[in-house]
């Protein structure tokens, strides 16, 4: 009766602590789970942290410098700088802790098996294609600004403004790992992930990667075969115009060739 007094008495103070840990901390909680990219969204969160407190101490003397008389236009930037920073990077980390705020009530109430399939579509049809997009604008734009050397518009502020702009893409980029992994793992919850499953999955973002691939790789190839060619006609020329009948072609040859391993390999298996 003792020993099982304390199995329950163990068992309860362990899930305690795990639920404590959950809470304390999100990056714990389905550790098991976790794929490389999960990691690197944690361990990135956990660095970009401690902005906050650093913004908070930089808002606070900000506003005593005030009401002294006084305005440092560059402690302006660094709090723009310092929240932007930080908030992109909790962007990613929240799809990998699960812990952004919903506001569909009935979602709770799902079954784990449907609750994968909601995540997958928001994930790899709706999400996915955004951040994909908006990083592919962003790597433009970023570069416009470095070019440019953009900096603050107040002459006593933080001149190397383009290094903000160009933190941009970075962090969309680990938005896309973070968003890959969890995708993976809702998957794994209908059955073991194969390569063709994934691409469904996210068929839109496989379709606009494989449009943009093809894109890129054509206009380079017609610029550096015509180099006097004016660059911004590049992209009207008439082999770039199907790009997206291409990419969806290569993404529909990619889904069947990796069926069709996937088959062999199961029934040599």
């Keep these: 009766?003792?020993?099982?007094?304390?199995?329950?008495?163990?068992?309860?103070?362990?899930?305690?602590?795990?639920?404590v840990a959950a809470i304390s901390d999100p990056g714990e909680r389905d550790r098991d789970q976790h794929l490389w990219g999960d990691r690197l969204m944690i361990n990135l969160g956990n660095v970009a942290a401690w902005l906050f407190p650093i913004l908070m101490v930089a808002i606070v003397t900000q506003v005593f410098m005030r009401k002294a008389g006084h305005n440092m236009a560059?402690?302006?930037?660094a709090q723009w700088w310092l929240y932007g920073s930080?908030?992109?990077t909790g962007f990613g980390y929240a799809i990998t802790t699960n812990s952004?705020?919903?506001?569909?009530?009935?979602h709770s109430h799902y079954s784990d098996r449907k609750k994968a399939r909601i995540e997958l579509f928001a994930l790899g049809w709706c999400l996915l294609p955004f951040l994909i997009m908006m990083t592919d604008i962003l790597i433009h734009y970023s570069y416009a600004s470095w070019l440019a050397g953009e900096g603050s518009d107040s002459p006593n502020g933080l001149h190397g403004l383009y290094m903000l702009k160009m933190l941009l893409p970075v962090l969309f980029i680990a938005a896309i790992i973070a968003s890959f992994s969890?995708?993976?793992?809702?998957?794994?919850?209908?059955g073991k992930p194969a390569l063709w499953s994934i691409f469904i999955a996210s068929f839109p973002t496989a379709w606009f990667l494989a449009?943009?691939?093809?894109?890129?790789?054509?206009?380079?190839?017609?610029?550096?075969s015509n180099p006097d060619l004016n660059i911004r006609r590049?992209?009207?020329?008439?082999?770039?115009?199907?790009?997206?009948?291409?990419?969806?072609?290569?993404?529909?040859?990619?889904?069947?060739?990796s069926f069709i391993l996937s088959r062999r390999n199961s029934s040599k298996a």
């Design 1 to 19: 009766m003792t020993q099982d007094y304390t199995d329950v008495k163990e068992h309860v103070s362990s899930d305690t602590i795990d639920h």
């Design 182 to 190: 969890a995708l993976h793992r809702n998957l794994a919850v209908l």
């Design 86 to 88: 930080a908030l992109l």
């Design 74 to 77: 560059w402690l302006d930037d």
């Design 211 to 224: 449009e943009r691939g093809v894109y890129y790789l054509l206009w380079w190839f017609t610029h550096l």
């Design 234 to 257: 590049v992209g009207k020329e008439p082999l770039l115009q199907g790009t997206v009948w291409y990419g969806l072609a290569l993404v529909l040859i990619l889904i069947a060739a």
């Design 100 to 106: 952004h705020v919903r506001v569909d009530i009935l």
